[in-house]
Nanobody
Framework: QVQLVESGGGLVQPGGSLRLSCAAS????????IGWFRQAPGKEREGFSC????????YYADSVKGRFTISRDNAKNTVYLQMNSLKPEDTAVYYC????????????????????WGQGTQVTVSS
């Protein structure tokens, strides 16, 4: 059974930092590209960062570029998202998702194309 489990969310003040983890089981993560998505109340789920299977290429949407860093440790079957300089508009449920690397291209963040999803972790940025 394939599982992706996000952790590390929580409540943080504006300007603060959080590090999310996405731990995989039931699949070998290094065969997959990983995307991070988020969904705020009343909004559609949006992708904002992704990483190729060997971490050779990373992509960031403009909304998070320069503040967020995606990385992966295939030996630990885990992908990370370091989030710095958090803003209230970053408040959302954050999801990681996996896509077979043979179907991945740089910057691909279409929700419907990702095969496996975690349950999400809440990130709230508020003073």
């Amino acid at each position: 059974q394939v599982q992706l489990v996000e952790s590390g969310g929580g409540l943080v003040q504006p300007g603060g930092s959080l590090r999310l983890s996405c731990a995989a089981s039931g699949l070998t993560l290094n065969y997959y590209a990983i995307g991070w998505f988020r969904q705020a109340p009343g909004k559609e789920r949006e992708g904002f960062s992704c990483i190729s299977r060997n971490a050779g290429r990373t992509y960031y949407a403009d909304s998070v570029k320069g503040r967020f860093t995606i990385s992966r440790d295939n030996a630990k079957n885990t992908v990370y998202l370091q989030m710095n300089s958090l803003k209230p508009e970053d408040t959302a449920v954050y999801y990681c998702a996996a896509l077979d690397s043979t179907r991945y291209y740089y910057g691909q963040l279409y929700v419907e194309e990702y095969e496996y999803w975690g349950q999400g972790t809440q990130v709230t940025v508020s003073s």
